[in-house]
């Protein structure tokens, strides 16, 4: 069996990165899984508890062990021998840049089994080849389902409040909003715009000229999958509806990730280039495509020392 565990405090992205990769780990090598700490499913940003949108399969029950948050454990489980961390050999937090640049762990998916695992675990490259199924584990159910953002004409601003509100890195500025609007209204002359968001005040401080809605978690997390137009935060929250998102057309996410604000060319972390915006935008509304970001993140790694000693 591989497990991990949910923590208190983690949000739902986190939490999904976390029980994805864990059960496709278990998936690729045939084995069984489980999830520890079920009774934190959620965000805790949300008054709404718990993943009740989504029917999950948990895997099997897990017994025993204790850990502080985020691990190591101070006991494994009952039947757990093994404890993983991701990049135990080193997080690739450059000393210079201060920021988390981590690629890719290549070893997590040749574990021992009986392992119980810890770790962000956000890069696609840990589930992207079976995203099908992964749309298929994280699918939402019928009643909660709706179309309210899925005009031709209609825009969802992806707008994360809370705790990045000043972050140096992530903290997306006005400036990034109005030139990422200016594109999206490029791309469609007749399109119109309307937040979506865990944190009204703060939308409504950067964009009062268009309406903020936050109705719950189910509703938030299915007018972000069912948009066709989607300018994006650097929100792990938004990550997974557009990965399964069937009706996506064209979205704007910020170049270089959680360091949008400071990057001079690096990524933090260093495997978030995903494949599902159309373009990233940079600082001064220059637009790439994901693949375009990958060539030049690889180039810049062959041009700095920034992995010396990590890789």
């Avoid at 093994?82 to 640049?101: P, W």
């Avoid at 007018?223 to 990965?243: D, E, G, M, Y």
Wanted: charged share 25%; with cysteine; glycine share 8%.
């Amino acid at each position: 069996m591989i497990v991990t565990e949910l923590y208190h405090g983690q949000g739902l992205g986190n939490q999904l990165f976390a029980y994805v990769v864990t059960r496709m780990i278990a998936h690729k090598r045939g084995l069984d899984f489980g999830i520890i700490g079920r009774e934190n499913l959620g965000d805790p940003r949300f008054n709404d508890k718990g993943l009740y949108f989504m029917d999950l399969d948990l895997g099997k029950e897990v017994f025993g062990g204790s850990s502080p948050p985020g691990g190591p454990p101070t006991k494994l489980p009952d039947g757990i021998e093994n404890y993983y961390v991701e990049h135990r050999h080193g997080l690739h937090t450059d000393r210079n840049l201060r920021t988390d640049i981590r690629l890719t762990d290549k070893n997590l998916f040749s574990i021992s089994d009986n392992t119980k695992i810890d770790g962000i675990f956000q890069s696609e490259e840990y589930f992207y080849d079976q995203i099908d199924l992964v749309r298929e584990w994280l699918k939402v159910k019928p009643e909660y389902e709706h179309m309210d953002t899925n005009g031709e004409n209609i825009c969802i601003l992806n707008f994360r409040g809370g705790d990045i509100i000043g972050n140096a890195g992530c903290w997306l500025p006005r400036s990034y909003w109005t030139k990422a609007i200016d594109a999206m209204v490029r791309y469609n002359p007749k399109m119109e715009f309307a937040i979506v968001t865990d944190d009204v005040e703060a939308a409504n401080a950067m964009l009062p000229e268009y309406q903020a809605y936050h109705e719950n978690i189910a509703w938030d997390f299915v007018a972000i999958k069912n948009a066709r137009h989607v300018i994006c935060s650097t929100s792990t929250f938004a990550c997974w509806p557009l990965w399964l998102s069937e009706t996506l057309e064209y979205c704007i996410a910020p170049k270089y990730w959680f360091d949008h604000n400071r990057s001079q060319g690096w990524w933090s972390l260093g495997c978030s280039i995903y494949s599902y915006p159309s373009h990233y935008m940079d600082r001064q509304g220059n637009l790439f495509t994901p693949e375009e970001c990958r060539v030049e993140w690889e180039e810049y790694k062959k041009t700095t020392n920034i992995y010396e000693g990590d890789l």
